[in-house]
Nanobody, 120 residues
Framework: QVQLVESGGGLVQAGGSLRLSCVAS????????MGWYRQSPEKPRELVAT???????NYADSVKGRFTISGDNDKNTVYLQMSSLKPEDTAVYYC??????????????WGKGTLVTVSS
């Protein structure tokens, strides 16, 4: 069993900052990557940012230069520092971890999500 617990969401004014945290626990010996996705009522779930175990990062174009993902491998924890927030960043943010299943594939696990609301 794998559990992901997110924290750090809330209400912030446009231009403000928030930091999300996610701790993964359970049957985790190592992970392929961890990351953040988000979903708003108007859109399907979309990638925000991911980080691999060796520290390689990937960002959605819409958040590049404003969001920073980081991780602590020893603690199976991933963070998302969000700055210059915009109303369109309003969404439920979900933590994701991809664990190795075979040498060529992995399995995704999801947290329950944390709501980020950006007011204009």
């Amino acid at each position: 069993q794998v559990q992901l617990v997110e924290s750090g969401g809330g209400l912030v004014q446009a231009g403000g900052s928030l930091r999300l945290s996610c701790v993964a626990s359970g049957s985790i010996s190592r992970f392929n990557r961890m990351g953040w996705y988000r979903q708003s009522p108007e859109k399907p779930r979309e990638l925000v940012a991911t980080i691999t175990r060796d520290g390689s990062t990937n960002y959605a174009d819409s958040v590049k230069g404003r969001f920073t993902i980081s991780g602590d491998n020893d603690k199976n924890t991933v963070y998302l520092q969000m700055s210059s927030l915009k109303p369109e960043d309003t969404a439920v943010y979900y933590c994701n971890v991809n664990l190795p299943l075979t040498p060529w594939s992995g399995m995704d696990y999801w947290g329950k999500g944390t709501l980020v609301t950006v007011s204009s």
